[in-house]
């Protein structure tokens, strides 16, 4: 079946085509999973919407809703339910998003030293300040 929203010059594009090879685990009409290239632990895994975006926002809400619930069951399937993980989603090169094709991975966290290590810079914020940001998101919504 053509997919008039994928493109020619993509590498998940063509891995939902079936153009290059891939580890697929699951798939649905609208969203796709398959193991890591480069895992960062054993059982690395990505899912994609069947949809060419670059970012989260772009994609349409169709196929963001079968996104979570097959992330859900390949995680499941994947043992996790016993373990420890991250679902991570990058968007643009300063966030590390390295490949402009909207992927979620599922991370294995299996030791300390194993899987995502994630830098968490915090800061306190007054209520002031943390009062104008919601506004400045709600004001938008
Ligand atoms: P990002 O940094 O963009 O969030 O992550 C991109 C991920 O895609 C990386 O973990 C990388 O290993 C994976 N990747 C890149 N090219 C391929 C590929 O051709 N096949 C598969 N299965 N994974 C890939
Ligand atoms: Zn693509």
């Known amino acids: 079946m053509t997919n008039n929203n994928l493109i020619d010059d993509c590498i998940f594009c063509k891995i939902i085509r079936g153009e290059i090879p ?6 649905t009409d609208k969203a796709c999973a398959f193991l890591d290239i480069n ?3 054993e059982g690395h895994c990505l899912v994609i919407p069947k949809y060419h975006g670059e970012f989260f926002h772009q994609i349409p809400d169709d196929y963001l809703a079968d996104i979570l619930p097959l ?3 390949v995680a499941l399937a994947s043992g996790l339910d016993e ?4 679902l991570l989603q990058n968007n643009g090169p300063m966030a590390h ?3 402009p094709h909207v992927h979620f991975h599922i991370i294995p966290k299996p030791r300390k030293e194993e899987g995502l290590i994630v830098g968490w ?3 306190e914020a007054s209520q002031d300040k943390l009062k104008g940001t919601l506004n400045r998101i709600k004001e938008k919504l």
């Open 83 to 86: 373990a420890q993980y991250n």
């Open 121 to 123: 810079p915090m800061k």
């Open 39 to 41: 895992p960062i632990s």
């Open 71 to 73: 992330a859900r069951k």
């Open 97 to 99: 998003q390295v490949v």
């Open 22 to 27: 891939s580890h697929k685990i699951a798939e």
